[in-house]
T-cell receptor
């Protein structure tokens, strides 16, 4: 069974600085998708960025980028120029590829604090 | 931007009572999901629904749970006889069918069983 591990329960970053959140996963599949979701205090789950495993190029969305290391099964999220609004829980998630719509498997999350 | 709408935002119920959590997915989406997040824990998959039937369910989704799409716009989760351990945030999500696009989540219903 696939698993997702986020080893940092909490992280803190100074406003305008850069922070990296770690995620590792375990799967025997070669094709899959990886996601980072943000959950602010409002509790809604917001998609931040996604990565297809068959793509070697790391995904980027504005200030958010990932470092996808397929061989190492690592998928870290880098947030540049951190803003106060980035403070939230961040969840890494895995989805298998193909067949019926797969479900998302989440890690336990990393709580990010942003200091002014 | 299209949203997934969930009602109510907070539901308090007595143990043993039935509850129905309601969701309105994005109108042109085809796949629907329920997830659960017990306070302080990770988000867990409950069930996926496509073409008017369950396509996948987790071990959590036992006989106490059921889902329904009664009228083509709503998507409901019913818990027949609630237990204290059912207290959690319940998230509805929908997707248009492109797996790599991820899902759009609703803002959740906080269920408190007393």
């Amino acid at each position: 069974a696939q698993t997702v591990t986020q080893s940092q329960p909490e992280m803190s970053v100074q406003e305008a600085e850069t922070v990296t959140l770690s995620c590792t996963y375990d799967t025997s599949e070669s094709d899959y998708y990886l996601f980072w979701y943000k959950q602010p205090p409002s509790r809604q789950m917001i998609l931040v960025i996604r990565q297809e495993a068959y793509k070697q190029q790391n995904a980027t969305e504005n200030r958010f980028s990932v470092n996808f290391q397929k061989a190492a099964k690592s998928f870290s999220l880098k947030i540049s120029d951190s803003q106060l609004g980035d403070a939230a829980m961040y969840f890494c998630a895995y989805m298998r590829y193909g067949g019926s719509q797969g479900n998302l498997i989440f890690g336990k999350g990393t709580k990010l604090s942003v200091k002014p | 931007e299209p949203e997934v709408t969930q009602t109510p935002s907070h539901q308090v119920t007595q143990m043993g009572q039935e509850v129905i959590l309601r969701c309105v997915p994005i109108s042109n989406h085809l796949y629907f999901y329920w997830y659960r997040q017990i306070l302080g824990q990770k988000v867990e998959f409950l069930v996926s629904f496509y073409n008017n039937e369950i396509s996948e369910k987790s071990e959590i989704f036992d006989d106490q749970f059921s889902v329904e799409r009664p009228d083509g716009s709503n998507f409901t989760l019913k818990i027949r006889s609630t237990k204290l351990e059912d207290s959690a945030m319940y998230f509805c999500a929908s997707s248009g069918g492109g797996q790599g696009n991820g899902y759009t989540f609703g803002s959740g219903t906080r269920l408190t069983v007393v």
